[in-house]
């Protein structure tokens, strides 16, 4: 696989309005979107530094993986997002190194971008997303 550079930094926070303001208008980064992805319980709120985004994410319910998350583990880094040039070959490439993925095929995601999640104990801890643009 290639990878093409760093996509976004997810960030698992409790409430965009009280967390947002600080992405926007202390760091100033410019706003990109704020997208609800239905599938997987989340707003995502994404910002770009023009070399690489900051997701934020904010669960719709308790009972989502960012909801569990932040149950188990507070906010902060929740995973970091690497473009690949293709999704289908990364996948074939990760299944012949036994490295675990969350899904088989990858899902749409934030932006419309095709991604699959590395398991963070493959990883040495950290979530990894592998996304692919369209
Ligand atoms: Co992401």
Redesign the pocket.
């Known amino acids: 696989m290639k990878i093409l550079g760093i996509?976004?930094i997810?960030i698992a926070v409790n409430d965009l309005d009280t967390n947002a303001p600080f992405w926007k208008h202390i760091l100033n980064i410019q706003h990109r979107s704020t997208e609800v992805v239905e599938d997987q319980g989340v707003t995502?709120d994404i910002y770009d530094t023009g070399q690489g985004k900051v997701?934020l994410?904010e669960a719709t319910d308790s009972d989502t993986p960012i909801g569990k998350f932040i149950q188990k583990r507070g906010p902060g880094v929740?995973?970091v997002?690497f473009e690949v040039d293709d999704i289908t070959k990364a996948i074939i490439e990760l299944k012949e190194s036994y490295i675990q993925i969350l899904s088989d095929e990858p899902t749409v995601?934030?932006e419309g971008y095709k991604?699959v999640f590395i398991h963070p104990k493959s990883t040495g801890g950290v979530l990894v997303?592998l996304?692919e643009k369209l």
């Open positions: 996509e976004h997810g995502t997701e994410l929740h995973h997002c995601g934030a991604a997303e996304a």
